[in-house]
């Protein structure tokens, strides 16, 4: 059957689905529109789009008007909660929240209610962010489609018969067809950055270890980290320092702030079999950069091919000592090798391949080996690549969103080739270097389907990308 229509402007509520987050507290502050009644809109938004792309699992309304009403009652009374008080969010199911269902897309969780909110989510409660629902993801966060077999394939907003991307393509989607503003998910070899780009929005990479992601249903201790999905890079900002709990300085550049950047353009790898809309639209991004005073620069990340491989090698073993520990908390407690069966496709041949009868598993001294000799060669690749430049700038994905019938393999450049693995091949490298990394949209296709481009900057030094990735956003528009 043909899921409806998603469009985000004739959904009730129309002036929500544009809004930014400082628009927004900017209402409530001056009593235009109480938390309440901003609730009220967003779930009226859920209830008309969300059938059409399947972005939600779960829907928390009795709770997020509850908590709604409560924000107005303490700006009434003069308490302020934070910078996102009565501010609508979602939080995507890899995520404990309190008393709600959190599945992490796997159908054996379906039943699992944390007693306690993950970090990430307690961070943006307490900055007064009202939790509206959990979202749909690629199951157990292993794949980028978010073609759930349990739960049903999130739908892209611009056109429902192609994939989000994952694997937070559920909170990607939420954003992108307004029926939350602002979104939380998480990312292991691409998981924000790539849902982000195929469906138009914005998607931030921390620096890795600086998001406490304690309550996270994690797929790699290595690599994973929790972050925003939003529709500016301010937005992603504000979000960014409730994660992390520092006081920034609102994220706001003019298009004027890339004069005198240096731009590193890796070319080779990444401008090599990519379809040809995101070639032109990468192109034509890096020109407007230059436009507005930015300097290209030619560069080239050695060993950055490898970074998929090296990824792969880690986070197969580090995924089923995660999920043991975490199936061990839940109540009852849940015993991987007793449910290999209950796994879809791509999650089963990962735990069978490392636990059970026909088990392979990655040998100690290859994975020692990856962490300590393979990841130290990409690092410093990427390290030497951006020695005299203060960012770099590739395409997001080698493609924009392909049909959900090719979940599986996709054909790209004539050929046939494996979906996960070529979706994720400019971003898993530089998870793999542990740096700060954020998708922005950069432009469309001749068929309308959003195209993203990657910014890249050095370790700990996330909120100066924030700052060039407004810049840039604003050079193009956005």
């Known amino acids: 059957m043909t899921p409806p229509e998603v469009n985000s402007m004739t959904a009730p509520h129309p002036e929500l689905a544009t809004a930014t987050i400082a628009e927004l507290a900017a209402r409530l502050r001056s009593g235009d529109v109480s938390a309440l009644e901003l609730t009220e809109g967003y779930l009226a938004r859920i209830e008309a789009l969300n059938p059409g792309c399947n972005a939600f699992l779960t829907v ?42 959190t599945t992490s897309g796997m159908s054996v969780l379906d039943q699992w209610h944390p007693r306690a909110d993950a970090a990430p989510v307690r961070a943006a409660r307490s900055a007064g962010a009202v939790l509206l629902g959990k979202t749909n993801m690629h199951e157990g966060s292993f794949g980028i489609t978010s073609a759930n077999p349990h739960y049903g394939p999130v739908r892209n907003p611009h056109d429902t ?22 979104a939380l998910g998480t990312d292991t070899g691409g998981s924000l950055r790539i849902p982000a780009a195929l469906c138009g929005v914005i998607g931030l990479r921390p620096t890795m270890g600086i998001v406490d992601d304690t309550g996270v249903t994690r797929l790699s201790w290595s690599f994973d980290t929790s972050g925003p999905i939003a529709r500016t890079v301010a937005d992603a900002g504000l979000l960014f320092a409730v994660l992390t709990g520092r006081i920034a300085d609102p994220v706001e550049a003019g298009a004027d702030t890339l004069r005198g950047l240096r731009i590193g353009v890796p070319r080779g790898y990444f401008a090599t079999d990519n379809d040809p809309e995101v070639d032109r639209i990468t192109e034509s991004a890096a020109a407007r950069f230059a436009e507005h005073g930015a300097q ?9 091919e490898h970074g998929s491989d090296i990824g792969f090698r880690m986070v197969g073993p580090e995924k089923v000592v995660l999920t043991k520990e975490y199936f061990a908390k839940v109540e009852p407690p849940i015993v991987l090798e007793e449910v290999l069966d209950r796994f879809g496709a791509d999650l089963r041949a990962t735990f069978a391949g490392e636990v059970g009868p026909d088990a392979n598993p990655v040998p100690a001294h290859i994975y020692l080996d990856t962490e300590r000799r ?46 996960f693995e070529t979706f994720i091949r400019y971003t ?51």
């Open 60 to 101: 928390t309304a009795e709770q997020a008007l509850h908590q709604a009403a409560e924000c107005d009652r303490k700006r009434a009374s003069g308490v302020e909660l934070g910078p996102l008080h009565g501010i609508p969010f979602a939080v995507k199911d890899n995520m404990d929240t309190a008393g709600v269902r």
């Open 161 to 182: 018969e192609r994939i989000a991307g994952g694997s937070s393509g559920g909170s990607a989607a939420a954003v992108a067809s307004g029926m939350v503003p602002v």
């Open 296 to 304: 290209l620069v030619p560069c080239a990340i050695e060993g950055i």
């Open 374 to 419: 393979d990841t130290a060669r990409i690092k410093a690749g990427i390290d030497e690549a951006m020695r005299d430049v203060d960012v770099l700038l590739t395409p997001t994905t080698p493609a924009p969103a392909i049909p959900l019938t090719e979940h599986q393999t996709m054909l790209l450049g004539g050929r046939e080739q494996h979906t």
């Open 428 to 478: 898993f490298g530089t998870a793999v270097a542990g740096i700060p990394a954020i998708s922005i949209p950069a432009g469309h296709t001749g068929s309308g389907l959003p195209v993203g481009v990657q910014l890249l900057g050095r370790a700990h030094t996330d909120q100066r990308l924030l700052a060039i990735a407004a810049a840039a956003s604003a050079a193009l528009g956005g």
